[in-house]
Each structure stands twice: as structure tokens, then as C-alpha cells.
């Protein structure tokens, strides 16, 4: 009977957990729409929705937190609790990058991007998806889904190479875009830094599905 | 056997009553000074395995066993084994603290006198050094010739392992110590037995995963006889490698 609970009460967290994690997706997909569309409202909007995503972190850490203790779990069902204990601070953190980017939109609101934004998007759009991809493999208990989504990180970092070196020139060519390119290279370390978050929870995951810790971030 | 506490290593012991099978074919080392829980259902063979080390199993109708223990170098299922010198190295501890109705003293007093020990000045010196050890000396020290029975059941536990440990063994075998006890007696008994680490060699029976989790060293899991796995406890209660373990520590076994 107790184990059932357990297990009722891990699959409510699933759940939170998979809406945590869309939740944290859209925020990274309307920050950047935020950006390219130059939609102040929209990015305000993000920078409120940031309150919803820190109380989800909350919520679910307090329901961990009252699992181990009141459960004790052991083995594979430990591995189970600390695995979503992770995941939600990187998922927190994630979110607070999409802050980051809103904010930008913001500070940015009176700039006439001098060409348009084509792999910012792009980038964001894979990261974004390493979360969703990253969470299937939670729900899976796949490690073969963890490790497809962690290679998608080298996607993300050419892509990142490329923005870099993009910028980089177009400030050395048009001085006058230094704050805007200053900007937006922070933009893009951002989301380089989303895919360095889901590359954390895919290694949670492998965690949690093999009992090993590894380090694939490189 | 000698002073340091000895490795323990089992070699395919089998153990049966009549036809039933209590242990089978279970092979397992452990260094000196470890503590080594045993875990498992009731009536997996971890109890049997606890007697096979003292031989108390021999008390046991129809009892037979095959295999080899070796105990500090000592062979300890062949058929010439002294008992009362093994008995003598590995002390046990029950589940219901089993104070002998006398002093607290003379508890503690009793082993030792059996071995010849008549001097006062000696008993004394043993029996206080030996309810130190236990932990236990700071509450009975002006206490000595009351009765064992006017202490706390945890107290009671606390002054078995004294006496346990003033016949100076090697071993100490645990059957479930804190069954009987409350959170805070368990707490104390858990930290004497990690105090005893090193210098005795210590193997305990318990139904706590938790309290196996705390205290020991290695864990080994039983299941119908067999030993399915034994690993370094932080492995075993992180991430097993057999799923019958995996099954039992998540309380889905069947």
C-alpha cells in the first residue's frame, strides 16, 4: 500500500514535471519570438510567466523533499527523486535565461536590427527542443534518447561559433552596432547555455536509468 | 585467531534441516573490521548464515552442512573446531535483550568468570572497560549492583554487547539488535556498533534497510536460500546491480 502511494505520487511528479518543462520551452521560444518580432509585450510577458516557472520549481522540490522523507527511497526509486531534484534546477535556471533574453528585447526596443535574425532562431529552436527531448528521455527511462538529444549540443555550439564570428566582424566592419551586436552575442550565450542545461538532464537521466555519473558536457 | 579482526571468507556453504534447504552454495569474502549487513525476506537464510559463524546452528535438529568458513584463518566447520574458543571469539547479540537476572556487574562479570578470572582488582577493570566500550558506563556507573533487570531495554541491549565484548572477541554477530528498541535507543546501539568498527569484525542481521543503509560497510542480500548479491553498501542502496535487488530495496519485491 505504501509503495503504491509512492508510486501515485511519482507519476503526479511526472506530470509536473513534463508541464514544468513546457512551460520552460515556451518561455525560451517566446523570448526569442519576443526578440525577433520586437514584441515588448510579449517579452514582458516572459519576464511575469518567469514567477509561475520559479513556483513549479518550488512545488516539486517540496514534494521530493517530503518523498524522501516520508518514503526513504532506495536503489533505482532514489535515483527516481534526486533525478527530478536536478533536472528542476536546471530547468529553473533555463528559464531564468529566457529572462535574460526578454530583457534584451527590452533594453533593445529603440534598435533597427541591421540585418535580420536568422540563426539566433535557429539555435533557439534546437536548444528549446533538447529540453522537450530531454524530458521524453526522462519519461522513458531511455538512455538511447538521452544520448541522441545530448548531440544535438554540437549543433548547438557550431551554430553558436558561427554567431560569434558573425558579430564579431560586423562590429569590426560597422563600429555603430557594437551595443546591438553586444547584445545580441549575449542572446546567443544564452541559449548556447540552455543546451548546456539539457545536456545536464540527459545526464541525469543516464543517472538515473544506469546508476553512473557522467560528464558530457564539454 | 589473532589479535586484529579477522577477514571472513565463505566458500559454497550449503546448510539444511532434513530436506529443507536454508542456505545454498553461498560463497562471500569480508575484510577485517567491516561491518557486513545481512538483508533479505523472512526466512531468506541470513539468520542461518549469522549461526553458521559461531555454530550455534549445531543446536539445530538435523542440521548438516557442506562448504568451508574461514574465520582469522580458522576453519571453523571442521568437525575438531573448539566451540567453546570460537563461541569465545564471536559473541552474539539477540533481538530481545537477554539480561541474565543478576547485577549489572555480574552481567557483564559473568564471561570472564567463566574463563578463571577471580581477581576483583581484573573483573572490575573488565567490566568497566568493557560497559565503556558499550557505551553504557556514564549511565550505570553507580548502578553496578542493581539489577539488569531495572534498566531501560535499550540499556539492557547496550549491557548484552558489554558482555558480549568483556570475553574479548574478535566477532560480533547481531541479530536484528534494535528490533526490540526505540529511535533513540537504535541510535545509540548504531553508533556503538560503529565505534566497534575496526577492532571487531561485525555482521548484522536486520529488517531496517535503512539502519543497513547507516551502519555497515558491505551488504549482502539473501533470497530463498541464495545470496543474489553483495556489494559496498553506498553501491548496493545507490544502484544495485541485480533486479531481485532492485525489487526488494524498492519495495516491489514479490
Not at chain 1, 530547468?91 to 536568422?118: G, N, Q, S, Y
Not at chain 2, 564471536?90 to 564471561?111: H, I, K, L, R, T
Not at chain 2, 543497513?212 to 542480500?221: E, G, K, M, W, Y
Request: glycine content about 4%; some cysteine.
Amino acid at each position: 500500500m505504501l509503495r503504491q502511494s509512492f508510486r501515485s505520487e511519482l507519476d503526479q511528479l511526472d506530470q509536473e514535471l513534463i508541464r514544468m518543462g513546457a512551460l520552460v520551452e515556451e518561455q525560451i521560444r517566446r523570448a526569442v519570438r519576443s526578440l525577433t518580432g520586437r514584441d515588448v509585450v510579449l517579452a514582458e510577458q516572459v519576464v511575469l510567466d518567469d514567477d509561475r516557472v520559479d513556483a513549479m520549481e518550488m512545488d516539486i522540490e517540496r514534494r521530493c523533499l517530503t518523498l524522501l522523507a516520508l518514503q526513504q527511497p532506495l536503489a533505482g526509486d532514489l535515483r527516481i527523486v534526486s533525478t527530478i531534484l536536478k533536472i528542476i534546477t536546471d530547468l529553473e535556471r533555463m528559464a531564468d535565461h529566457a529572462v535574460d533574453i526578454a530583457k534584451v528585447t527590452l533594453r533593445l526596443r529603440e534598435e533597427l536590427f541591421v540585418k535580420p535574425l536568422i540563426d539566433i532562431p535557429e539555435m533557439a529552436r534546437l536548444s528549446s527542443s533538447m529540453v522537450r527531448l530531454a524530458l521524453n528521455a526522462y519519461i522513458h527511462r531511455s538512455l538511447d534518447e538521452a544520448l541522441t538529444m545530448i548531440r544535438l549540443d554540437d549543433d548547438v555550439d557550431h551554430l553558436y561559433a558561427r554567431i560569434f564570428d558573425d558579430l564579431q566582424n560586423l562590429m569590426r566592419e560597422r563600429p555603430e552596432t557594437v551595443l546591438q551586436a553586444t547584445h545580441l552575442l549575449f542572446v546567443a550565450n544564452y541559449i548556447e547555455r540552455v543546451a548546456d542545461h539539457a545536456t545536464n538532464l540527459g545526464e541525469w537521466v543516464i543517472y538515473m536509468v544506469t546508476g553512473e555519473r557522467k560528464d558530457l558536457n564539454d | 585467531m589473532d589479535s586484529k579482526a579477522p577477514d571472513l571468507a565463505v566458500r559454497h556453504l550449503s546448510v539444511r534441516y532434513g530436506e529443507q534447504v536454508a542456505l545454498s552454495d553461498v560463497s562471500l569474502d569480508l575484510e577485517g573490521g567491516q561491518v557486513l549487513a545481512l538483508i533479505g525476506p523472512s526466512g531468506c537464510g541470513k539468520s542461518t548464515f549469522l549461526r553458521v559463524l559461531n555454530r550455534l546452528v549445531d543446536r539445530s535438529l538435523e542440521v548438516r552442512y557442506e562448504g568451508e568458513v574461514v574465520l582469522g584463518g580458522i576453519r571453523i566447520l571442521d568437525p575438531d573446531t573448539d566451540l567453546v574458543a570460537l563461541r569465545r571469539a564471536v559473541g552474539m547479540v539477540f533481538q530481545q535483550p537477554s539480561a541474565f537476572p543478576f547485577s549489572v556487574f555480574d552481567n557483564v562479570a559473568y564471561g570472564p568468570r567463566l574463563q578463571g578470572i577471580r581477581s576483583s582488582h581484573r573483573l572490575r577493570s573488565i567490566v568497566e572497560s568493557s560497559l565503556k566500550k558499550a557505551a553504557l558506563w556514564d549511565e550505570v556507573r553507580g548502578k553496578l549492583r542493581r539489577p539488569a533487570a531495572s534498566l531501560s531495554g535499550g540499556q539492557q541491549q547496550r549491557l548484552c554487547i558489554a558482555r558480549a565484548l568483556a570475553v574479548a572477541p574478535r566477532v560480533l554477530l547481531l541479530d536484528e539488535p534494535t528490533a526490540a528498541l526505540d529511535p533513540l535507543s537504535t541510535t545509540k546501539i548504531e553508533e556503538l556498533i560503529l565505534s566497534l568498527r575496526g577492532d571487531y569484525t561485525l555482521i548484522l542481521v536486520t529488517h531496517n534497510l535503512q539502519q543497513a543503509a547507516r551502519i555497515s560497510d558491505v551488504t549482502a542480500f539473501f533470497r530463498q536460500g541464495l545470496l543474489v548479491e553483495i556489494a559496498p553498501t553506498r553501491e548496493m542502496f545507490t544502484a544495485p546491480k541485480c533486479a531481485e535487488t532492485e525489487e526488494f530495496l524498492t519495495g516491489r519485491y514479490e
